[in-house]
């Protein structure tokens, strides 16, 4: 298709088509805030444990259900907590010698924590975060106000990844003395309606604890996550292929195409960012490889699917829509022991996201040899018509052959829950530009409800991101050159008064009572941040996550802005639209403190959000009926026992139980009767 050539000529022109395997969006960018109902609200209660003056062991747990909106085998990057008072602290620094945590599936559900806390791991276990840990003297945030939340201010970044497949999540934390005053931190009243329903705490006062007796309030936490969709679901924990696949990523050339059901994507909303992709190595591997290995040229290409799994052809292209994009192409090189026996391997970061806008997904890899070692055996599925894979022994291929042994090799995809506003741009430029980080000034939005049709009620908003213009200065330049800081951005999100045709130039005239303050403080925006890397639009690249997240309880939605001095890095426009349907912009180039403004661009702007868990688990295929395509989704997942697809109690394998649940689901045929 011509248009990609282009694509990639210009690309490479501007000499940003990296080489490296970078990651899109920075890792962790998906919040999930546990418990659910706590994300716009304090808990009430406080837990001491984190950063208490003396040692402690902390478990807790939380059922599976306040994690269900993830994608099986998303992998948790990080843990945040927040304070419980008023004030900035520590008082002074808290430093630890030893401050561990661990992951793991819960084999006990929530209030039947047993007494040990080895008895309540389940085996895939993993020390998220060992070493020490210093907090800097009031580096934990107060609340706003008492009785409003705190933001998320103590964040624990992990060394080592884990991946969440389902079930009830067990945390354990293990800390020595700090010698120094700790903080409070938020948590759910001892006295709370879903304690020993949905989430569970003990703690013990010393810091190598077998056993855990005192109840405890459960704290407020928050995961950064990286959101995937392992496939096909059906083998997302463990494999139920026959046979492994050698030919992929070894010193051959390469070239596979895998057509994916809807179904299989039912945890990636509509509108998001498709970003990396991963695959697994087959039962029985040993870890690979075992030295670096080094492609030339590793392109990814992603597109709307054509044909549906069971029709799909072995002709590459009439398996593709005419959105297909080159969403990768360059050197890859795998680092020694990156993928581990029974876990999914290295991400393989895209350099433009794709656009996910429903439906059927295709997605052909092509490379040419890996020097280095031989290939791996990469694992495959057995999922009827939910996935199915071509492949050939030419980077170069047009078609090749199906899997004989399989439908698919298996794979996850890895994407950026979040939509583009106006909606008509999500895919191009809206062709005008605007200054943003330049000098002080407030920038307002109104975003109508028609806008956010993919904004589940009940989401937290987590993060903005904004894309730079093909309108001069600048155009088709990532940006930042150097990196750049940013004096204020202060971001306020609340229910919209008006609508977006209606828009007040008063800033405080848009806004709603509901207003909360997600963001403030300085801004750092690091060299080369925001891609452009083609000629339709640039990237939504740089997420500017909030430590407060917005719950988003339907209708429009108002964004202010309050802008500081820009340092470093040249002026250049942001991507917008004037004049456009659903959204309007206002603004103010005065101050930062302005209260009125005028006529502006409404920019291309990307919402980064978590959905709330799903109402109605047992529709598989997402089409808000519990029906007969449910039950042949359901009965491959009982038949794997392991599967998570079916686990809707939470207990990590797919049975009896899970059946008796699903059969209550199917007699009410439609999802919330």
Same mark, same amino acid.
């Given at each position: 298709?011509?248009?990609?050539?282009?694509?990639?000529?210009a690309?490479?022109?501007?000499?940003?088509?990296?080489?490296?395997?970078?990651?899109?969006?920075?890792?962790?960018t &998906?919040?999930? &805030?546990?418990?659910?109902?706590?994300?716009?609200?304090?808990?009430g209660?406080?837990?001491?444990?984190?950063?208490?003056?003396?040692?402690r062991?902390?478990?807790?747990?939380?059922?599976?259900?306040?994690?269900?909106?993830?994608?099986?085998?998303?992998?948790?990057?990080?843990?945040?907590?927040?304070?419980?008072?008023?004030?900035?602290g520590?008082?002074?620094?808290?430093?630890?010698?030893?401050?561990?945590?661990?992951?793991?599936?819960?084999?006990?559900?929530?209030?039947?924590?047993?007494?040990?806390?080895?008895?309540n791991?389940?085996?895939?276990?993993?020390?998220?975060?060992?070493?020490?840990l210093?907090?800097?003297?009031?580096?934990?945030v107060?609340? /706003?106000?008492a009785?409003?939340?705190?933001?998320?201010?103590?964040?624990?970044?992990?060394?080592? &990844?884990?991946?969440?497949?389902?079930?009830?999540?067990?945390?354990?934390?293990?800390?020595?003395d700090?010698?120094?005053?700790?903080v409070?931190?938020?948590?759910?009243? #001892?006295?709370?309606?879903?304690?020993?329903?949905?989430?569970?705490?003990?703690?013990?006062?010393?810091?190598?604890?077998?056993?855990?007796?005192? $109840?405890?309030?459960? /704290?407020?936490?928050?995961?950064?996550?990286?959101a995937c969709?392992?496939?096909?679901?059906?083998?997302?924990?463990?494999? $139920?292929?026959?046979?492994?696949?050698?030919?992929?990523?070894?010193?051959?050339?390469?070239?596979?195409?895998?057509?994916?059901?809807a179904?299989?994507?039912?945890?990636?909303?509509?509108?998001?960012?498709?970003?990396?992709?991963?695959?697994?190595?087959? /039962?029985?591997?040993?870890?690979?490889?075992?030295?670096?290995?080094?492609?030339?040229d590793?392109?990814?290409?992603?597109?709307?699917?054509?044909?549906?799994?069971?029709?799909?052809?072995?002709?590459f292209?009439?398996?593709?829509?005419?959105?297909?994009l080159?969403?990768?192409?360059?050197?890859?090189?795998?680092?020694?022991?990156?993928?581990?026996?029974?876990?999914?391997?290295?991400?393989?970061?895209?350099?433009?996201?794709?656009?996910?806008?429903?439906?059927?997904?295709?997605?052909t890899?092509?490379?040419?040899?890996?020097?280095?070692? /031989?290939?791996?055996?990469l694992?495959?599925?057995?999922?009827g018509?939910?996935?199915?894979?071509?492949?050939?022994?030419?980077?170069?291929?047009?078609?090749?052959?199906f899997?004989?042994?399989?439908?698919?090799?298996?794979?996850?995809?890895?994407?950026?829950?979040?939509?583009?506003?106006?909606?008509s741009?999500?895919?191009?430029?809206?062709?005008?530009?605007?200054?943003?980080?330049e000098?002080?000034?407030v920038?307002q939005?109104?975003?109508?409800?028609?806008?956010?049709?993919?904004?589940?009620?009940?989401?937290?908003?987590?993060?903005i991101?904004?894309?730079?213009?093909?309108?001069?200065?600048?155009?088709?330049?990532?940006?930042p050159?150097?990196?750049?800081?940013?004096?204020?951005?202060?971001?306020y #999100?609340?229910?919209?008064?008006?609508?977006?045709?209606?828009?007040?130039?008063?800033?405080?005239?848009?806004?709603?009572?509901?207003k909360?303050?997600?963001r403030?403080?300085? #801004?750092?925006?690091?060299?080369?941040?925001?891609?452009?890397?083609?000629p339709?639009?640039?990237?939504?690249?740089?997420?500017?996550?909030?430590?407060?997240p917005?719950?988003?309880?339907?209708?429009?939605?108002?964004?202010?802005?309050?802008?500081g001095?820009?340092?470093?890095?040249?002026?250049?426009?942001?991507?917008?639209?004037?004049?456009?349907?659903?959204?309007?912009?206002?603004?103010?180039?005065?101050?930062?403190?302005?209260?009125?403004?005028?006529?502006? #661009?409404?920019?291309a702007?990307?919402?980064?959000?978590?959905?709330?868990?799903?109402?109605?688990?047992?529709?598989?295929?997402?089409?808000?009926?519990?029906?007969d395509?449910?039950?042949?989704?359901?009965?491959?997942?009982?038949?794997?026992?392991?599967?998570?697809?079916?686990?809707?109690?939470?207990?990590?394998?797919?049975?009896?139980?899970?059946?008796?649940?699903?059969?209550?689901?199917?007699?009410d045929?439609?999802?919330?009767?």
């Amino acid at each position: 298709m011509r248009w990609i050539s282009v694509c990639v000529a210009a690309a490479a022109a501007s000499g940003v088509l990296a080489q490296s395997n970078e990651p899109y969006n920075a890792p962790g960018t &998906t919040r999930v &805030t546990l418990a659910n109902k706590f994300a716009g609200v304090v808990g009430g209660g406080v837990n001491d444990a984190p950063i208490h003056a003396s040692g402690r062991t902390l478990e807790w747990v939380f059922s599976g259900s306040q994690l269900s909106m993830l994608g099986s085998g998303s992998r948790v990057r990080s843990a945040a907590f927040r304070s419980a008072v008023t004030g900035n602290g520590p008082a002074d620094f808290a430093d630890f010698s030893a401050w561990t945590l661990e992951l793991a599936r819960s084999l006990a559900a929530p209030g039947s924590l047993l007494p040990v806390i080895a008895d309540n791991i389940d085996s895939d276990n993993t020390l998220v975060k060992s070493g020490g840990l210093t907090v800097l003297p009031g580096s934990v945030v107060g609340q /706003p106000t008492a009785g409003k939340p705190a933001p998320f201010s103590l964040i624990a970044g992990f060394e080592q &990844t884990y991946d969440y497949v389902g079930g009830n999540l067990h945390l354990l934390l293990r800390h020595d003395d700090s010698g120094e005053p700790g903080v409070n931190m938020d948590a759910a009243l #001892l006295g709370d309606v879903d304690t020993n329903v949905l989430f569970q705490a003990r703690k013990a006062e010393s810091a190598n604890a077998a056993t855990t007796t005192e $109840n405890v309030g459960t /704290p407020v936490t928050r995961l950064g996550v990286d959101a995937c969709a392992a496939l096909p679901r059906i083998a997302a924990r463990a494999s $139920n292929g026959v046979a492994g696949f050698l030919g992929a990523l070894g010193a051959g050339e390469f070239a596979g195409q895998f057509v994916i059901a809807a179904e299989e994507l039912r945890s990636v909303p509509r509108g998001s960012l498709l970003t990396w992709l991963a695959f697994r190595l087959a /039962p029985g591997q040993s870890a690979w490889p075992s030295g670096a290995m080094t492609s030339a040229d590793f392109e990814v290409a992603v597109a709307s699917a054509a044909t549906r799994p069971g029709s799909m052809e072995t002709a590459f292209a009439n398996n593709e829509l005419f959105d297909s994009l080159l969403v990768r192409d360059g050197a890859l090189t795998l680092p020694a022991q990156s993928f581990e026996e029974g876990a999914w391997g290295v991400q393989i970061h895209f350099q433009r996201g794709f656009v996910y806008v429903g439906g059927d997904l295709c997605v052909t890899v092509r490379h040419a040899g890996f020097t280095g070692g /031989p290939g791996p055996v990469l694992d495959t599925g057995n999922p009827g018509t939910a996935m199915r894979t071509v492949v050939a022994n030419s980077k170069t291929a047009t078609g090749g052959q199906f899997l004989a042994q399989d439908a698919s090799i298996a794979m996850e995809v890895g994407y950026t829950p979040s939509l583009c506003v106006p909606n008509s741009i999500e895919r191009m430029s809206g062709g005008s530009g605007a200054f943003l980080f330049e000098t002080p000034r407030v920038h307002q939005l109104i975003i109508d409800e028609s806008q956010l049709a993919h904004l589940t009620p009940g989401s937290t908003v987590d993060g903005i991101a904004f894309r730079i213009s093909s309108v001069s200065p600048g155009a088709y330049v990532t940006w930042p050159e150097t990196d750049v800081s940013v004096t204020q951005f202060d971001v306020y #999100l609340s229910t919209a008064t008006r609508l977006a045709a209606n828009m007040s130039t008063t800033f405080a005239a848009n806004e709603g009572a509901d207003k909360v303050r997600v963001r403030s403080g300085d #801004l750092f925006v690091p060299a080369g941040a925001m891609k452009v890397l083609g000629p339709e639009a640039g990237e939504h690249s740089f997420v500017i996550s909030f430590p407060t997240p917005f719950v988003y309880q339907g209708g429009g939605l108002c964004i202010t802005m309050r802008i500081g001095q820009r340092f470093g890095g040249n002026s250049v426009n942001f991507d917008g639209k004037f004049n456009t349907f659903g959204v309007n912009g206002k603004r103010s180039t005065a101050s930062s403190s302005e209260t009125v403004g005028n006529n502006a #661009l409404a920019l291309a702007t990307r919402l980064i959000f978590t959905r709330p868990a799903p109402t109605c688990p047992a529709d598989l295929n997402g089409d808000t009926l519990v029906d007969d395509l449910d039950f042949q989704i359901f009965v491959g997942a009982y038949d794997v026992l392991l599967s998570p697809l079916g686990d809707f109690n939470f207990d990590a394998v797919t049975d009896d139980a899970d059946f008796q649940v699903f059969l209550r689901a199917y007699g009410d045929l439609v999802c919330g009767t």
